[in-house]
């Protein structure tokens, strides 16, 4: 520690051990110490000095790694700078951080951040594969993990997890989240939080094994019209509260140390400038007492939007709207100083945005010890770890959904004596990582192709082709494909899209399957197909995708089709012990899968309607020319063993608005295989003083079972799980009767009812309207 420094913290009755100490016993966002050692620091601080520690900067990548920015170093030095992004590595974080803490005058540690969204340098499934596990547990081990990972190369802080909800999956970044479902993105919110920040509400940190997430991107960027990412939100107030704002609050409730804002506006409110979200709903409703960032150039664009007319009057909007740190822009930087002299920006703003950043530093006990995340042997320790990697398979396997298995087609017998493996993807090292790999290194994947072979080893003939491109029409490489197929004993087709074609700006106009995939799937069935006068000869499809797919044909052709979404560093590996039956697989769908691109947007938990479908009622909500139905709902997975469910019952028929209920049912193994069922809880309020959903998810749980094996799996649902907002936006349970489903997706369940009585009960009286 710094002698200043040491000095300072000594005059607010802080040594050593009382920090850390502090930092074990509270939590450290609402820690009086950390206040008490950031009014002290604030206190000797210049206006350049304070603005700087709103200031974060962009790394740039050089041969030997990510370095700062030309000029970066300089301004550690004059401390203008608080934060840098993408720049990590032991050796060259303990640097940067030397420069600050011995060459700049108030020798303030820097933070280091990354978008570590599923892993560093071993990567685990994308987000929305491991919503598709449906174990928040393993969601948490896999942010727990990759928090020991990168933070053994200096990285303190994660921009991650991302929660919005996405109905429509022409927009991209649907991988990077956990789907449709703001019940499931709730838990899954609240268990990234967790396992990133090594436990809840952030008592965790100020371990070096742990860092600061940021939830994002606040909010409802994923409402995004068309599906183009940055385009304009639109939707009513009920929606914003009932269907987008859950996952947030969940990863407040769980401790999350920063939020950052959206690109887009709602009702022609830019999130920049959107004073209602951050004070309102966040600081005042939630009681949220961490640090807001802006997206990278957020603060900015509020001129795009047409609500500033220079960047100087973009800055004045962002502060006071709530914004502490400006990502990548240099807004701040380049005019919060004068703005504050100039009186249009009161100092007791900036000030308080410095206290947030410095209480997160004094959390990391990077006051203590700044050099604590710069350590070479963790680093060493940690890289691709072993155990790391075993859990990457883990939760690459319980990603895995099973879509379609007619006649038991999976799984295939090891002792195959020839496999062809046809597809553009299926030794793509770089696909398997998917989007946002942080250090992921293709190296390093394995791939389909890569995980048959070694599954299958060398007796196996193994006929690898190409057959098409992945985007672009080109049938020459049809016929190759066609021979290997009627030539092997099996074929393996491994389809769908590359990594960039999901991601962060990566939308899509249509979600079938791009190129001329769909037809080279066709024509190697048809091929497999008659090379066997009609003995049926094993024809898989495996996906890769970062978004549902419209695949209505390969639903109708293809005797088998595996979901794999981009599972990570052992995508390969997990695909061949789901083809060769050694891991039977459990996950879910996520979010529903349309029949066409036309359907979107489409999602379980829509309201009934006036006229909700009907086949033979002409006036009902359908189209002329496409069913209403989904190709596959939400929840939706299969396995190669099967379940029964039985005995569903409540723990009353009759409670008291207000009241809460259990919720029981017997699942069976009825099959002869162990496996993982996911047994889900559906509510409808049925009459309600506003249309509810027909469904809403309320509980779940994956459970493994032995053949023939039975196990009671019970909810406790609390009264919010019955609860609405009604015509004044109040959060109440009305009396009435409620139908409680529990079954194994959403569309494929049994169903009871409750009775619930009473007069309404008020659960919160009151919602931040927006303004
Ligand atoms: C993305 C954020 C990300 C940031 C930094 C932005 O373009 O929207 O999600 O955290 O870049 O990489």
Redesign the pocket.
């Known amino acids: 520690m710094t002698r200043t420094l040491y000095r300072i913290l000594c005059l607010v009755g802080v040594t050593s051990s009382a920090l850390h100490a502090q930092q074990t016993r509270e939590a450290p966002l609402s820690s009086r110490r950390a206040s008490q050692v950031a009014d002290s620091i604030l206190r000797l601080m210049t206006l350049e000095e304070k603005v700087g520690q709103l200031n974060q900067l962009p790394g740039q990548g050089t041969p030997t790694g990510p370095h700062a920015p030309q000029g970066g170093e300089a301004l550690v030095r004059t401390g203008g700078v608080g934060s840098f992004?993408g720049i990590f590595g032991a050796d060259y974080t303990r640097e940067l951080q030397q420069i600050a803490v011995q060459q700049s005058r108030l020798k303030i540690p820097l933070l280091f951040g990354l978008?570590v969204i599923h892993g560093f340098r071993t990567i685990y499934p994308i987000p929305l594969a491991e919503a598709a596990s449906f174990d928040s547990t393993r969601a948490e081990f896999s942010a727990r993990q990759a928090a020991i990972e990168a933070t053994a190369h200096g990285i303190t802080w994660t921009?991650a997890p991302?929660v919005d909800i996405a109905r429509d999956p022409r927009w991209g970044r649907i991988m990077e989240g956990a789907g449709e479902d703001p019940y499931l993105g709730s838990v899954m919110a609240a268990a990234r939080v967790r396992g990133f920040q090594g436990g809840d509400k952030g008592v965790g940190l100020g371990a070096t094994d742990a860092m600061l997430a940021t939830v994002?991107?606040f909010a409802a960027y994923g409402g995004a019209e068309g599906g183009r990412d940055y385009n304009t939100v639109e939707l009513t107030e009920r929606t914003l509260w009932e269907t987008f704002l859950p996952p947030y609050e969940a990863a407040v409730e769980a401790g999350v140390a920063t939020v950052?804002a959206s690109?887009n506006e709602i009702g022609g409110t830019p999130a920049h400038e959107n004073d209602w979200l951050f004070s309102d709903v966040l600081r005042q409703r939630w009681r949220f007492k961490g640090l807001v960032i802006s997206?990278?150039g957020g603060i900015g664009e509020l001129i795009n939007h047409g609500v500033a007319a220079n960047r100087g009057e973009a800055g004045i909007l962002g502060i006071k709207a709530g914004i502490d740190i400006d990502?990548s822009d240099n807004v701040f930087a380049d005019s919060l100083a004068a703005a504050v002299r100039s009186g249009r920006v009161p100092l007791a703003l900036v000030d308080s945005a410095v206290k947030r950043v410095l209480r997160l530093k004094f959390a990391l006990g990077l006051f203590q010890d700044p050099y604590r995340f710069s350590d070479v042997a963790r680093e060493r320790r940690y890289t691709l770890a072993p155990e790391h990697v075993n859990a990457a398979l883990t939760a690459a396997r319980e990603g895995i959904v099973l879509l379609k298995n007619a006649d038991k087609t999976l799984p295939l017998r090891k002792d195959l004596p020839s496999v062809a493996v046809i597809g553009p993807l299926a030794d793509d090292a770089q696909s398997v990582l998917g989007n946002w790999a942080a250090e992921g290194r293709p190296g390093e994947a394995v791939t389909v192709l890569a995980g048959l072979r070694s599954a299958l080893g060398a007796s196996a003939r193994i006929s690898a082709v190409r057959g098409a491109p992945v985007d672009t029409v080109d049938t020459t490489g049809f016929a190759q494909a066609r021979t290997a197929a009627a030539a092997a004993a099996a074929v393996v087709l491994v389809l769908g899209e590359r990594q960039d074609m999901s991601g962060?700006g990566w939308n899509r106009a249509s979600i079938e399957l791009p190129g001329s995939q769909r037809d080279l799937a066709l024509a190697v069935i048809r091929a497999a197909r008659s090379s066997t006068g009609g003995a049926s000869k094993p024809i898989v499809v495996v996906l890769l995708n970062g978004r549902p797919l419209a695949i209505p044909e390969l639903a109708a052709e293809a005797p088998a089709i595996v979901e794999t979404w981009f599972l990570g560093s052992q995508h390969g590996k997990a695909v061949a012990d789901v083809l060769f039956g050694d891991y039977n697989p459990g996950g879910r769908l996520p979010v529903t899968f349309p029949r066409a691109t036309g359907q979107i947007p489409l999602y379980y938990n829509h309201r009934n309607t006036g006229r909700p479908a009907e086949a033979n009622n002409h006036y009902t909500s359908k189209y002329l020319d496409l069913p209403w139905t989904p190709l596959y709902p939400f929840g939706y997975g299969l396995s190669y063993t099967t379940f029964a469910y039985s005995n569903l019952r409540l723990s009353s028929a009759r409670i008291a608005a207000g009241d809460g209920l259990t919720v029981s049912v017997d699942v069976r193994n009825s099959g002869d295989r162990a496996g993982d069922e996911v047994v889900q809880l559906y509510i409808r309020d049925s009459v309600a003083t506003v249309a509810e959903p027909v469904k809403s998810l309320r509980g779940v749980r994956r459970i493994s079972l032995r053949p023939g094996e039975t196990q009671t799996v019970t909810f406790r649902l609390g009264a919010d799980a019955f609860s609405l907002y009604d015509r004044q936006m109040r959060r109440v349970v009305e009396p009435g009767i409620f139908t409680i489903f529990v079954g194994t997706n959403s569309d494929d369940v049994t169903s009871t009812r409750v009775d619930v009585t009473g007069s309404t009960k008020v659960l919160a009286p009151t919602t931040p309207r927006f303004r």
């Open positions: 992004l978008d921009f991302m994002k991107h950052m690109f997206d990278w990502m962060e």
